[in-house]
């Protein structure tokens, strides 16, 4: 089955400064890679996603990059404010696969932006 | 519009009781996942409804654990003669189709004492 690597566990940066998060993924027919958003005492929100038939997708401030050749993607946030603060996690998706619909996570991020 | 509702929002119950938990898809959404997530760590696929298809049951990790979903939109999640590390928070999510991320309920947050 998929096995999605997510790095690193915790990302302390200052407001302003950009944030980067990472992972792998190891089933090469995954082809859906949403973000999550997860704020204490919450379910996790979708923030951005991406399909495997572009490279790059941006939204304001974040924006994610699939590179399937290597089966990494990233999460860009520019301009950290403290209110980005809160557990990232990424996932991994066969949509076409047996597997469908059955999303793959990574162990998440913790995200500090310091005001 | 109304998101996914989860219910209860805690539950606390004795080890060898049964537990059921509730969600409310999305009107219209015909995809519905529950996850679980323990305390700081990632999400667990349990299981997967997709329409009149048969459940995607391959997350369950026993089976004292059972779910269903009536008439194609409420479902309840079942934990029979629960355990200690059943504790977890319980995370529903619907989404319109398959092959899409889904958005999550706020979660039943489970304790075994």
């Known amino acids: 089955g998929e096995n999605v690597e997510q790095h690193p566990s915790t990302l302390s940066v200052q407001e302003g400064d950009s944030a980067v998060i990472k992972c792998t993924y190891s089933?090469?027919?995954?082809?859906?890679f949403p973000w999550y958003k997860q704020e204490l005492g919450k379910g996790p929100q979708l923030i951005i996603d991406?399909?495997?038939?572009?490279g790059e997708k941006k939204d304001q401030r974040i924006a994610v990059t699939l590179n399937k050749t290597a089966k990494h993607f990233s999460l860009h946030i520019t301009e950290t404010q403290p209110e980005d603060s809160a557990v990232y996690f990424c996932?991994?998706?066969?949509?076409?696969?047996?597997?469908?619909?059955?999303?793959?996570f990574g162990q998440g991020t913790i995200l500090t932006v310091h005001p | 519009g109304a998101g996914v509702s989860q219910s209860p929002s805690n539950k606390v119950t004795e080890k060898g009781k049964d537990v059921e938990l509730r969600c409310d898809p999305i009107?219209?959404?015909?995809?519905l996942y529950w996850y679980r997530q323990s305390l700081g760590q990632g999400l667990e696929f349990l299981i997967y409804?997709?329409?009149?298809?048969?459940?995607?049951k391959s997350g369950l990790p026993s089976d004292r654990f059972s779910a269903e979903r009536t008439g194609g939109s409420v479902s309840t999640l079942t934990i029979q003669r629960t355990q200690q590390e059943d504790s977890a928070v319980y995370l529903c999510?619907?989404?319109?189709?398959?092959?899409?991320?889904?958005?999550f309920g706020a979660g039943t947050r489970l304790s075994v004492l």
């Open positions: 996932a991994a998706l066969n949509a076409g696969g047996t597997s469908y619909g059955k999303l793959t």
């Open positions: 991406i399909r495997s038939n572009v």
């Open positions: 409804f997709q329409g009149n298809s048969a459940p995607d």
């Open positions: 089933d090469s027919a995954s082809n859906y």
């Open positions: 009107s219209g959404h015909t995809a």
């Open positions: 999510a619907s989404s319109p189709g398959a092959g899409a991320g889904g958005d």
